[in-house]
């Protein structure tokens, strides 16, 4: 059974545009949302996390909407650059377990 | 900051050859963690380890998979023997604990079997 389904598979964007990456999850046990991005022969790195007692967060350019009655939540790229082309990922976690459940990630293209 | 170390990035073998991962987490990061990524796809959680002790292997196939992380800092992952379903990247993460547990992936190793 997929926990965390993410979508969509792939994006592309023009420079200057929102990027949008949503993630839906099932167990409402989870309380950690990180968000990961990764670049070709790199690791994944973590851009943005949010917990859910907050509706949205927001650093830079990069924003988290969070959705706990609908069990979603959605990475916003504003302003994006062709230096944001990479794999994203969201992941879920229950605190006490520090197991991240990672989506099958998002490859965004931004075109210059 | 150094940050997570792997070696070797890329790795050729045989199938039923025997293979080994080695990793440097972040100094002074207690937590280490092994993850499979396939093509495509999202990290997946091989074995957890807290200093010396594997807390959690569940997911880890234990007939040909083993790891360890000696005196609580390196670890190695070893697969013997390899098959060709395990061609994938190895990601090698730490943390420092606490809450929230915010991971720092090393760049992996890519393993290919012939």
């Known amino acids: 059974q997929q926990q965390v389904k993410q979508s969509p598979q792939s994006l592309i964007v023009q420079k200057g545009g929102i990027s949008i990456i949503n993630c839906a999850y099932e167990?409402?046990?989870?309380?950690?949302f990180p968000w990961y991005q990764q670049f070709p022969g790199k690791g994944p790195a973590l851009l943005i996390a949010?917990?859910?007692?907050?509706s949205e967060k927001k650093e830079g350019r990069f924003t988290i909407s969070f959705n706990k009655s609908a069990k979603q939540f959605s990475l916003h790229i504003m302003d994006s650059q062709p230096g944001d082309s990479a794999t994203y990922f969201c992941?879920?976690?229950?605190?006490?377990?520090?197991?991240?459940?990672f989506g099958t990630g998002t490859r965004l293209k931004v075109l210059a | 900051e150094a940050g997570v170390v792997q070696s070797p990035r890329y790795k050729i073998i045989e199938k039923k050859q025997p293979v080994a991962f080695w990793c440097n987490p972040i100094?002074?990061?207690?937590?280490l963690y092994w993850y499979l990524q396939n093509l495509g796809q999202g990290p997946e959680l091989l074995i957890r380890y807290e200093n010396e002790e594997a807390v959690d292997d569940s997911q880890l196939p234990k007939d040909r998979f083993s790891a360890e992380r000696l005196k609580g800092v390196d670890s190695t992952l070893k697969i013997q023997p390899a098959e060709l379903g395990d061609s994938a990247v190895y990601l090698c993460?730490?943390?420092?604990?606490?809450?929230?547990?915010?991971?720092?992936f090393g760049p992996g190793t890519r393993l290919t079997v012939l």
């Open positions: 949010i917990r859910p007692d907050v």
């Open positions: 992941a879920v976690a229950r605190g006490g377990t520090y197991k991240y459940i």
């Open positions: 993460a730490s943390s420092p604990g606490g809450l929230p547990d915010t991971q720092y």
């Open positions: 167990n409402t046990a989870f309380d950690y």
């Open positions: 100094s002074g990061h207690n937590t």
